[in-house]
């Protein structure tokens, strides 16, 4: 539980992208990749690698299956680490256009129940505009 109202970008930073990087760290994994190989291609440590298979680390989210299918597509994608960014970026529209970013948001307890906040801006289609 974290005890203030965090922006939507810093959910993707201290909880989206691990626990991205934790569901192809296991994909990998359970391909046969080597934790080093896997290390190189998400960029991490290879304890990292290790804490994310063993759920030591990025635990806390889980995705519903319309996500889960967006990784496994990422999944057969993956080449090398521009490849990867490349999908963690993806991934990352997708989790705020479906608003599964909002759903933690409110798992945390951070944001009230039917928040759309960080959406408002939408419906100006683009325009910035100033109070």
Do not use: W
């Amino acid at each position: 539980m974290v005890n203030r109202v965090l922006q939507p970008q810093e959910l993707e930073v201290f909880y989206v992208i691990p626990a991205l990087r934790r569901e192809f760290a296991l994909r990998l994994k359970k391909a046969g990749r080597t934790q080093k190989d896997i290390a190189k291609l998400l960029g991490v440590t290879d304890a990292a690698v290790s804490q994310y298979i063993s759920s030591k680390r990025a635990a806390i989210v889980e995705f519903p299956p319309s996500i889960t299918e967006e990784i496994s597509s990422s999944i057969k994608k993956l080449d090398s680490e521009l490849s990867f960014t490349r999908e963690i970026q993806h991934l990352l529209r997708v989790t705020r256009h479906t608003r599964v970013i909002c759903q933690l948001h409110e798992k945390l307890g951070t944001a009230p129940k039917g928040c759309t906040v960080c959406f408002d801006h939408e419906k100006d289609q683009g325009q910035v505009q100033r109070n």
